[in-house]
Each structure stands twice: as C-alpha cells, then as structure tokens.
C-alpha cells in the first residue's frame, strides 16, 4: 500500500534490457496484454499467464504473491542484508521483516565476536 522505488537487482537487469529490446517497435510499455495495453490488474497476468505456465511446467497453482514470500525467504537464508531486504520490500520498519522471516536465517555454526581475538 506504498509508493517506493524498487531496485532491479543485478542479475534480473539482462533479462529486462532484452525484453525491452523485443518490445521497443511495440510499445512504450515493458509489460503488455495482448490488446497492447499495460497489465492495471495482478489478477489478469496471473490467470492467464502465470497459473497456465504452472500447470505446463507440472507445478501446484500457487498464487503469485506468494513468490515475493519465496523471494525474500531465499534472501534472506543465503546471507543477504536483513535491512536492505526489508526496505527494498516496502516493509515499515525491519521489525516487521524479522518477525515474518526470522525463521529462514540460519546461523548454523557461524563463529561469533571472532574481530574480537587479538591476531598478535
């Protein structure tokens, strides 16, 4: 329920210039229905993309909002910064983030305070 800008991490950008290179001769829009318009609905794009490729590729239905749930979960249990996450995700504050998703940080057997021991 926020207006904020979003960081297009880097390894989506490839991804994105290519599609933007297909669609500069039709249309100023990165994401088109197939009337040439802008998609203005989630639900559109997810019944008739998203649900028929899962169902091509054998896959459950699962809602699409669901996949930024996965996406930050990923995030977070590879290391990246809880903050950076949060913030980049609309969240209000990283309270918000670290009591939906602090299950998926693990800490296994990192060693702690380790700049703490005197290298000499």
Do not use: C
Not at 35 to 47: A, L, Q
Not at 66 to 86: A, N, P, Q, V, Y
């Amino acid at each position: 329920n926020s207006i904020r800008d979003v960081v297009i991490i880097d390894q989506l950008m490839p991804y994105l210039l290519k599609h933007k290179e297909m669609m500069q001769d039709v249309s100023d829009y990165l994401f088109i229905n197939m009337y040439g318009e802008p998609f203005y609905s989630s639900s559109k794009i997810s019944h008739t993309y998203w649900k028929p490729v899962l169902e091509k590729l054998g896959f459950k239905y699962r809602k699409m909002y669901l996949m930024r749930h996965t996406f930050i979960s990923l995030m977070i249990s590879h290391g990246e910064d809880l903050l950076w996450i949060s913030k980049n995700v609309g969240h209000k504050d990283l309270s918000v983030t670290f009591k939906e998703y602090a299950r998926y940080i693990d800490d296994g057997n990192k060693k702690r305070a380790t700049f703490l021991i005197d290298p000499n």
